[in-house]
């Protein structure tokens, strides 16, 4: 079995922030998982479940891939709750905002943190996933208004002013243009992360917060010397251009030092005679990163297909381990199931043997 972490391709519903629906499309990144036993179903990892207004959009007959949902629109819904899946991509875009705000809060009024001298203090380190391309394959403009999405009106302030100076870095100089157009702002600096320059240094130097926008894993080294030097001022990571699976041939724990405080992943897996769609999802709540564990959501059979929270992990799941508890969930309620459990207790009742 072939996976893939791919972007999404679908006609998205308008929003405030966009006159009428438009075609997102996106890159594909593949790997192996291992082949499942020959009596596990075979199975589809396709696509983020939205309900319903977004879901129909999808190629049911598509590829097995995973593919995440792009949110890019304005941030004027009421916020649900923070340990529930997106229902929609507003809400998608205000839950990540949420948790990133209420990360920030803390260390931008510390005055401790905010010292160059002490270095020995840990520098926090966030990181977001809400992958998001158009039909450009990953233009600026797509980009750019992700990131206006996230903080613009973002509800933080540093200890004795009210402006916090946010440095944005990205993969190259193409994309400078676009966020300086998106924001329009004295408060926001934007440079290219590559290759670590003098201006690059002097800005950081005046930022309160730097936020590194799709990095290439080609980067990689550029994003560690700027993070470093940054000392410990926050640093946030939005939508890493690699797989996480990737991240095991990195060689140390440089990116295992940004905390993941919001990230989802829409799934499926199709059996011999039903399918299922979830979820991984993770949403830090109230700014308290350690303890928040990770979650795999299952859509039920029946009633109205609302999710149900399948299994938790304390690490950030890999595909083979969520691959597992699927397969064991469709095992359990399938019908051949049932029938090979059915007959074995009735053996055991005849035989007197388990």
């Known amino acids: 079995m072939v996976l893939s972490s791919s972007y999404f391709s679908s006609s998205l519903i308008s929003s405030a922030a966009m006159a009428s629906s438009a075609l997102f499309k996106f890159h594909s990144q593949t790997f192996k998982a291992p082949n499942p036993s020959p009596n596990h179903p075979k199975s589809r990892i396709s696509h983020l479940h939205f309900p319903a207004s977004l879901s129909r959009h999808l190629n049911k007959e598509s590829t097995t891939r995973t593919r995440f949902l792009v949110p890019l629109c304005s941030s004027s819904l009421p916020s649900p709750p923070p340990s529930s899946p997106p229902t929609s991509k507003e809400e998608a875009i205000l839950q990540a905002k949420t948790c990133l705000s209420s990360c920030l809060v803390k260390p931008l009024n510390n005055p401790k943190l905010a010292s160059p001298k002490l270095k020995k203090l840990k520098q926090p380190r966030f990181r977001l996933e809400i992958p998001i391309l158009d039909d450009d394959d990953g233009s600026p403009s797509s980009l750019s208004q992700l ?57 950081l130097k005046s930022a309160d917060v730097a936020v590194f926008m799709a990095p290439e894993r080609s980067q990689l080294e550029d994003v560690r010397i700027s993070t470093e ?68 959501l299952v859509e039920e059979e029946e009633g109205d297909g609302a999710l ?47």
């Open 308 to 354: 149900k929270v399948v299994s938790r992990f304390k690490a950030r799941p890999s595909m083979e381990e969520v691959e597992l508890v699927l397969y064991n969930l469709m095992a359990m309620n399938s019908p051949i199931t049932k029938s090979a459990k059915f007959l074995k207790d009735l053996v055991s009742n005849i035989t007197g043997k388990k």
């Open 229 to 296: 030097g940054f000392a410990t001022k926050p640093v946030v990571m939005i939508n890493p251009r690699w797989l996480f699976e990737e991240e095991k041939s990195f060689g140390d724990d440089f990116i295992g030092s940004f905390d993941v405080i919001y990230a989802f992943t829409g799934l499926e897996v199709r059996g011999i005679l039903s399918k299922r769609k979830g979820v991984i999802f993770k949403c830090v709540r109230d700014g308290v990163v350690s303890g928040e564990r990770w979650n795999v």
């Open 147 to 203: 990131a206006f999405s996230i903080f613009s009106d973002m509800p933080i302030s540093r200890r004795g002013s009210n402006v916090v100076k946010l440095l944005f870095l990205w993969p190259d100089t193409s994309f400078i243009e676009p966020a300086v157009n998106a924001f329009r702002s004295d408060s926001t600096n934007h440079i290219s992360m590559s290759p670590v320059s003098e201006p690059l240094k002097r800005a």
